[in-house]
């Protein structure tokens, strides 16, 4: 059922949507140029690597978003909206723990005990992680966090609980300091 749900969800948001993934396109080209999108190796579900998509937010020699603009689209996380093409995929999930980069996964994994119970599901582009305000940062002590949230939602993943992390992050979008 989630599989189902994750796949015509991502469906509709990219069919629905598709001009703000045009608009948000023309952005990255207009502000840094091409190429538009970003791949990054991730770790799945049972530690399968994949490439996650996102629009390209950063300059490549600077490693920083490079002004209001792309702050914009990362502090929104319009820059993760390619990732409904990674649901798509069968890579993906609309709602989990977010992926790690292979190297931090590995180095988290040696740190933080059951971390590695956090890849029995698949990786998601929303969690309650992210609608707890715990997004970004690499601090093992932030990491902790996290995997906290990602193993209390394993816990309690069900059809609703999906569907109330998305309207929790939906809100956020809109309302980003409420």
């Known amino acids: 059922m989630k599989n189902l749900f994750d796949k015509a969800f991502s469906l509709l948001i990219i069919i629905f949507f598709s001009w703000l993934y045009i608009i948000v ?51 929104t996380n319009l820059d993760e909206f390619p990732q409904f093409f990674n649901v798509l995929l069968g890579q993906m999930s609309v709602v989990g723990p977010r992926p790690h980069d292979l190297d931090e996964d ?25 609608i707890k305000g715990n997004r970004g940062g690499t601090e093992i002590s932030f990491i902790k966090e996290r995997v906290a949230y990602d193993l209390e939602y394993i ?21 980003p300091n409420h």
């Open 25 to 75: 396109g023309l952005v990255v080209l207009y502000n840094i140029g091409f190429p538009i999108f970003f791949k990054a190796k991730r770790v799945g579900k049972n530690n399968k690597v994949f490439e996650i998509y996102k629009f390209r937010t950063m300059n490549a020699n600077t490693h920083i978003a490079t002004n209001k603009s792309m702050q914009f689209l990362r502090k």
């Open 106 to 130: 590995i180095f988290f994994e040696s740190k933080i005990d059951n971390y590695n119970i956090r890849k029995s599901v698949k990786p998601g582009i929303t969690g309650l992680s992210a």
């Open 155 to 175: 816990k309690k993943q069900n059809f609703i609980y999906d569907i109330k992390i998305i309207l929790k992050t939906i809100k956020t979008i809109f309302y």
